[in-house]
Each structure stands twice: as structure tokens, then as C-alpha cells.
């Protein structure tokens, strides 16, 4: 393969990703929770922030919201200990 036609792969491969992030950015939920889907997706907080048309500083305290939710989940709110399960 040509340094041309990789280049012209590449670009093509930017474009699908893009897609599929919007159709994610535009999706139902909370900016939280598009913003955490795109974030496993490997986008940066800016892309995310273009993507959902707001600043880079709201997406990472929305990400930092859904980190903080994770390891809190399954904890006892008075002591911060692990809930038993049954």
C-alpha cells in the first residue's frame, strides 16, 4: 500500500470514528453518560467537548463526577464501607 492510499485510509477511518462518536454525543442520556461512553472510546475531553458542543472544563468535571459515582457505588454513605451483598 502507497504512502497516498494509507494516508487516504487514515482519513476515511477518522471520518467513521467521528460518525459513530456523534451518533453517541447525540444519544439519549445525560452529558455524563455520553461523555464516559466516548471517553472508553479512547476521545480526548476536547474532542468530547466539540462533539457535545460545550467546553472541555464541563466535560472533565462530568467525567470526574462518573469516577467519583464508581467508587463510591456499592458503599455504605454513613462509614464508606463495602456494603455486603446479601
Known amino acids: 500500500m502507497s504512502s497516498a ?7 476515511k477511518l477518522d471520518t467513521v470514528i467521528r460518525l459513530l462518536a456523534m451518533n ?3 444519544g439519549d442520556g445525560t452529558l455524563k453518560d455520553r461523555a ?11 474532542d468530547i467537548a466539540e462533539l457535545c458542543d460545550t467546553t472541555t472544563n464541563t ?8 469516577k467519583a ?3 463510591t ?7 464508606g464501607k463495602v456494603q455486603d451483598a446479601g
Open 24 to 26: 453517541i454525543a447525540m
Open 59 to 66: 466535560v472533565s468535571v462530568a467525567l470526574s463526577k462518573a
Open 73 to 79: 457505588k456499592g458503599k455504605d454513605p454513613k462509614n
Open 5 to 11: 492510499e494509507s494516508s487516504g485510509l487514515e482519513t
Open 69 to 71: 459515582e464508581k467508587k
Open 36 to 46: 464516559v461512553k466516548l471517553a472508553r472510546a479512547g476521545l480526548s475531553s476536547r
